[in-house]
């Protein structure tokens, strides 16, 4: 069982940055593929960005692309997003992700991943 837990949500104004992190409880994220995905009220869950457990392939929702930055650093077990030049149609719960993947495989899915973080509000005034 993987426990996620995410943090580095908050409440800023349009062009500004944030920074998400997603880290598990008890267990080493070394050879899972990670991804985030992000809900609004009313909304199915979307996907943000996903990175293979090798860190080496990436993949991006086209309405982030140049905007938001995925990264992990396995020594520190935690997987991060880089949230830059944000708008309020941003603003939504971030939700991380994890499943079990080939070193450079990447999930782009809901139904990729079997383990869920609580999620993290992001809120981008305009």
């Known amino acids: 069982q993987v426990q996620l837990v995410e943090s580095g949500g908050g409440l800023v104004q349009a062009g500004d940055s944030l920074r998400l992190s997603c880290s598990p409880s008890g267990r080493t994220l070394h050879t899972y593929a990670l991804g985030w995905f992000r809900q609004t009220p009313g909304k199915e869950r979307e996907f943000v960005a996903a990175?293979?457990?090798?860190?080496?392939?990436?993949k991006y929702a086209d309405s982030v692309k140049g905007r938001l930055t995925i990264s992990r650093d396995n020594a520190k077990n935690t997987m991060y997003l880089q949230m830059d030049s944000l708008k309020p149609e941003d603003t939504a719960v971030y939700y991380c992700?994890?499943?079990?993947?080939?070193?450079?495989?990447?999930?782009?899915?809901?139904?990729?991943?079997?383990?869920w973080g609580q999620g993290t509000q992001v809120t981008v005034s305009s």
């Open positions: 992700a994890a499943t079990i993947g080939r070193a450079h495989w990447v999930g782009v899915n809901r139904d990729d991943y079997g383990y």
């Open positions: 990175i293979s457990w090798s860190g080496e392939n990436t």
